[in-house]
């Protein structure tokens, strides 16, 4: 992510919030630290920099570039190998700790009201609604794409205006106690939890641990706040029975205080009734839209706007890329939901799938599900027999553990000639085209590491299209 320009901090504040020590003198007095950054491709005057020790690269190898596009200072774990003299170098045991410590520091700094969204499923959407209600009328920022982790949610911190009226952040997990450090860092004023399913169970262990570690939001939340929590899953209200501040609940339950019926969905979004009475539409696709919309009504009321204008901008929501979104590409409709997949995002997409007029067939291309622990082929052969109970014209699996899923749509019922099955998204790419029609409407979901970005790109790519006779 770019550095921007942020409220000036000293080098000796930095040192400080930070708890690091000083490689080389400091002057003083300046300069200021105005931009943080992490990646040297995008580094500004003015900046410090954090060098990342990653999985697949050491931000250490660039303090050099770092220091040639206008870093002023540096976080490091390592003594740097070559002498920069320009470039003042602050020792920790851990940069990523660091990061986050003075991610804190920045949020204490701010009047503007924190927003923190979490869940299983659906944070990036609801954290777009949010936005989409609250930028017409306040002044405010979000987290781009899904900077949901400890080095994303400080990196969405640093250049937010200390000033404005809200920041949105989102908030993902993947093992325990990694919310709590989130939220200790972000310390929301709002908190939304969307829902809790069977994701991250390699680290989450099952869905009792996703609803604690989802609960755990509300550790750096304000006590005088509001969690704004899925009231349909009475098990997630118990394990944040502990907040003492006040809690709205959202849901398709009627028992919810704001609640969604009379749910219809079509190519141009969802309508739905809120709590009965005021219909709102919302022009993006899928029945759990109204969900997370519910969540993001919250939120806005709780920023002081009216039911008029919260319905009138919902009205103009705009959603995130490759979720749900709708594409037209030669002759095929197709529904591109590739950025990430767990059980119950799958079931979602082909219920919003089934929900939508063809003129041709709707066909399901489906890949694997990653970090779902021991439990990856159930949850696969749940997926298959849900496709088999849905009224699908073709699904095509793609993967080592998709096979589960054509196997057990076939066991289920589903014509074994409407069923295929490749074990990667290489080989799915040079078959799938040559079998697609011109008016299907086509479902793309897998889990990010499937790269099924690839997929889309060759259904545009394609020469030629079989017209449907």
Request: aromatic share 4%.
């Amino acid at each position: 992510m770019a550095a921007k320009p942020m409220k000036p901090i000293s080098l000796q504040q930095v040192r400080q919030v930070v708890g690091g020590k000083a490689l080389s003198p400091f002057p003083a007095t300046g300069p200021d630290i105005t931009a943080v950054c992490t990646d040297t491709r995008l580094m500004e005057p003015g900046a410090l920099f954090i060098a990342i020790q990653g999985e697949t690269h050491n931000g250490h190898e660039f303090l050099p570039q770092a220091a040639g596009a206008g870093a002023i200072a540096a976080l490091v774990e390592e003594q740097p190998a070559v002498k920069l003299p320009n470039v003042h170098m602050i020792h920790v045991p851990s940069t990523r700790l660091a990061m986050g410590k003075l991610a804190r520091f920045v949020r204490q700094q701010m009047t503007a009201k924190v927003i923190c969204v979490g869940g299983s499923n659906g944070k990036t959407s609801t954290k777009n609604l949010i936005d989409s209600i609250l930028c017409r009328r306040l002044r405010g920022s979000i987290s781009p794409k899904s900077f949901n982790n400890d080095i994303g949610v400080p990196l969405a911190i640093f250049p937010a205006d200390p000033n404005q009226d809200y920041l949105v952040l989102e908030t993902g997990t993947n093992h325990h106690g990694e919310l709590r450090v989130l939220s200790n860092m972000a310390l929301p004023d709002t908190a939304v939890i969307t829902n809790c399913s069977a994701e991250h169970l390699e680290g989450l262990g099952d869905l009792m641990g996703v609803r604690r570690e989802e609960a755990s939001i509300i550790e750096g939340l304000n006590p005088k706040g509001l969690l704004v929590v899925n009231g349909d899953d009475p098990q997630l209200l118990e394990a944040v029975a502990s907040y003492p501040g006040n809690r709205i609940t959202f849901g398709f339950n009627s028992t919810n205080d704001l609640f969604a019926t009379e749910i219809t969905c079509d190519y141009s979004g969802v309508d739905f009734l809120l709590n009965g009475r005021r219909k709102v539409y919302v022009p993006l696709l899928g029945r759990h839209t109204a969900c997370n919309a519910l969540a993001a009504i919250t939120v806005a009321r709780r920023l002081g706007l009216s039911e008029d204008e919260i319905v009138e901008n919902l009205a103009q929501a705009h959603g995130p890329d490759m979720r749900l979104q709708l594409v037209n590409i030669r002759g095929l409709t197709v529904l591109n939901d590739a950025y990430n997949a767990n059980p119950a995002s799958m079931q979602a997409a082909i219920d919003t799938l089934c929900s939508l007029e063809a003129c041709g067939r709707r066909i399901a291309i489906l890949g694997d599900m990653r970090e779902l622990g021991e439990s990856t082929n159930r949850f696969h052969r749940e997926v298959g027999a849900y496709a088999a109970a849905h009224p699908l014209d073709g699904l095509i699996c793609i993967g080592e553990k998709a096979a589960f899923m054509a196997e057990s749509a076939k066991q289920a019922g589903m014509p074994a000639d409407r069923v295929s099955h490749f074990p990667d998204t290489a080989a799915a790419i040079a078959a799938i085209p040559n079998g697609l029609s011109s008016g299907d409407v086509v479902l793309l979901k897998a889990s990010r590491a499937m790269h099924f970005e690839a997929v889309a790109q060759a259904l545009g790519t394609r020469d030629t299209l079989r017209v449907a006779s």
